[in-house]
């Protein structure tokens, strides 16, 4: 009898003494911060993790000092383990181990940017968009055309069909999903704008609203003078007048343009020369803003058919006739 008293006796202090253990072990678990620097650590949870190859990586990287069973266990204690989200997160100092699993269960990962400019070609948003580390890169071939075919829009030239603006994305987007949702926004905004068009407006399709827009971004940086703009182009299209606008010359130029537009560039025909040719150009010619498509879809009312930059802030003079706007290039161009 005694020694079946003595088993029981060392059996519930073996017992309590676990429990003890187990009680100081959680306790210490819970409230016992990872080795996190001041400045934070930035730690990428891959698709397809889970707690366990989570807990092995930070042990492994010196940043938790418990056994690599702890939080996966606390995860199914707590039934959590299946609700961590993937993505590169922001680790903060005295960051303990629950703290670090709900912050995974939230989702709350770093979120980079990136701003397309409006008035770049569709060709240099590829290329910063290359040049930029923070895009997983899937692109091989980065010429325009390549880039299309590669993101399955083959059936379209490609300019101006990216919005400008900033975008935030996570870590692991891929240089193709941030054309894809550019473009996808270009597309909405044109096609909302377009429904909300004025009346009698020379274009048959959004296309060439989208084309105008972007020739009325290269032409002023100037909110309030881009529907001034727009009317004069308008009026000129209406009228069978060229446009002979020098941002199309010099799109059509490509590479061989230095800097520099001579008379002999305006008087080369290119399929871009709206010097040489009436109409529009074939395509857009750079990436427009959103102001610049609703002024494209709005323009302005009047008589003007002409307009030169006066030099001063990005300002335009606009003129009804060609004698008026003869004496405004004498005057801010020719210093006359």
């Known amino acids: 009898m005694r020694i079946i008293i003595k088993i029981v006796v060392a059996i519930s202090l073996i017992f309590i003494g676990l429990m003890a253990w187990v009680n100081y072990e959680y306790n210490r678990f819970i409230s016992t911060p990872l080795n996190i620097p001041e400045q934070g650590y930035n730690y990428l949870v891959k698709p397809g993790s889970n707690l366990q190859s989570i807990s092995t990586d930070l042990t492994e990287a010196g940043l ?42 939230e989702g709350k990962v770093i979120q980079y940017s990136f701003t397309i400019v409006e008035g770049m070609t569709s060709q240099q948003l590829i290329d910063s968009i290359i040049a930029n580390k923070s895009f997983t890169r899937t ?51 044109l096609e909302q704008a377009w429904n909300n068009k004025a009346e009698g407006l020379p274009y048959k399709t959004p296309y060439e609203a989208l084309i105008m827009a972007s020739i009325i971004e290269k032409e002023s940086g100037i909110a309030e003078e881009r529907p001034q703009i727009a009317g ?49 150009p074939p395509t857009p010619i750079a990436l427009p803003s959103k102001e610049a498509i609703e002024a494209a879809l709005h323009p302005l009312a009047g008589k003007s058919l002409y307009f030169v930059a006066t030099g001063k802030e990005g300002r335009h003079q606009f003129s009804n006739t060609l004698t008026a706007h003869n004496k405004a290039v004498r005057k801010y161009q020719l210093k006359r």
């Open 64 to 105: 938790s000092s418990f056994h690599d069973k702890y939080l996966p266990l606390y995860g199914r204690l707590k039934n959590k383990s299946h609700l961590i989200k993937a993505g590169e997160y922001k680790l903060e100092a005295n960051t303990t181990l629950p703290q670090l699993l709900e912050q995974l269960i």
């Open 232 to 280: 004069v182009f308008v009026r000129r299209l209406k009228i069978g007048m060229r446009l002979q606008t020098d941002p199309t010359v010099i799109y059509g130029m490509g590479d061989s343009y230095n800097g520099n537009i001579r008379r002999k560039d305006l008087r080369t025909d290119t399929i871009y020369n709206t010097y040489t040719r009436f109409g529009l």
């Open 139 to 189: 692109l091989d071939k980065t010429s325009l055309k390549q880039v299309m075919l590669a993101i399955g829009l083959e059936n379209k030239h490609g300019e101006g069909e990216f919005q400008p603006e900033t975008y935030y994305f996570s870590a692991g987007t891929t240089d193709k999903s941030m054309l894809l949702r550019a473009h996808k926004a270009m597309s909405k905004t």
